[in-house]
């Protein structure tokens, strides 16, 4: 009978999904070190984006690549539920990219990173953009092996987000907080919106840009420049 | 050895995995069906809110609830990853409450719902409101047992979002386009975004508001009065 609440429903697999859960983050941390091993042996940056839908992460990577395309060597792995939509605008740019459809999946995970890396030919001392699939929960929990991690939140999305969505908060190294120009528009407190983000990781940075205006572009150059 | 990509690394729980999410769903559909048949019994309106974090859920709750609870029984279940905001801003308007934090889950189930509805102690002929955990993806596959499903999109996140995403605007009966106020400011086409939808869900009913402008609730509020 139901262990979680004592309901006498049906029991549910509780303690088939922790042990499942178990075993998938296991094999997905072996895989995220051994990206890892690869990306410091070739001093490859690899940067995981994440946030949720429509958060600006693939306007940022744009504007990014056309900055740096004529100093670095870049690639890019776009996750997406379905299409390639992301990835042909990234190809716009000249950058190589590799599509990830997940399907049902909500995240990307260490094992596909480690094939892409292989089909992309990275070169050493290159770049490496990952754009997770745009998801505030699932994608929290999957090292990619990534060097740094990236949160992406749009001022229209509310300032409490990392208080409602901490684990993402807390495994980020940077936030990001995108879409200033619409400020004027939206009730968003960046003060408040940055205590909150300290609270749940005291360690993160933090940033304020306008992927779409190029506002705060010198701010997050410079990072990625510290971050190399 | 890996079955998913011929790899040569060793292979992943897949074929655990989907046991698993089948017996999952298959107790979850077994739940959502006592939860409909409770709400078919009772005349009970059940709609389960869905959207990406920050597209406007619980703003268009409040404002719904203002309209309404004059004439009608109403009471909300609110699914937050962690915290109590969203449900504190409930409270404020009279209406009943239920928070579920759902924790490193990313989504709303029918079991969840079953003994929310008990806590809350529904009347006849009420309106239950549910605000799924934002997340595009996962709460798609998980049927509560609601009446209708209702999708929200905000302008600011593109209209590209039914193609990216397309689960879950095929199992929602309305598209919802949200945060209209905004739409000088950001670079969204309705007409093609209702396009995707439509190519995605041939039978999805779409509306275009403004929650915090109370712009279009007449159009909302009437699609209310006729689903019941």
Not at 16 to 40: S, V
Request: hydrophobic letters at 35%; one cysteine or more.
């Amino acid at each position: 009978m139901c262990g979680t609440c004592g309901c006498g429903q049906p029991e549910k697999p509780q303690q088939r999904i922790i042990e499942l859960e178990k075993d998938l983050l296991d094999e997905n941390n072996h895989y995220a070190h051994e990206n890892r091993q690869y990306f410091q042996e070739h001093n490859i940056l690899a940067i995981n984006f994440v946030s949720s839908p429509g958060a600006g992460k693939t306007t940022l990577l744009v504007k990014t690549i056309e900055a740096l395309k004529n100093h670095f060597s870049i690639a890019v792995i776009e996750g997406d539920q379905q299409t390639d939509l992301d990835a042909q605008q990234i190809a716009a740019t000249g950058a190589k990219v590799k599509q990830i459809n997940t399907g049902k999946s909500c995240h990307l995970d260490a094992h596909q990173i480690g094939h892409a890396i292989k089909d992309l030919v990275l070169e050493k001392n290159s770049i490496l953009f990952i754009e997770n699939v745009g998801n505030l929960i699932c994608p929290a929990m999957f090292d990619l092996g990534e060097t740094q991690r990236v949160a992406l939140l749009s001022v229209t999305e509310g300032d409490n987000k990392p208080l409602k969505y901490p684990d993402m908060f807390h495994s980020a190294d940077l936030m990001i907080i995108n879409k200033t120009d619409l400020l004027p528009h939206v009730d968003f407190n960046i003060v408040e919106c940055s205590d909150y983000a300290k609270r749940i990781n005291p360690s993160i940075q933090l940033m304020t840009i306008s992927a779409t205006k190029s506002d705060g572009m010198d701010d997050w150059l410079g990072w990625l420049s510290r971050a190399r």
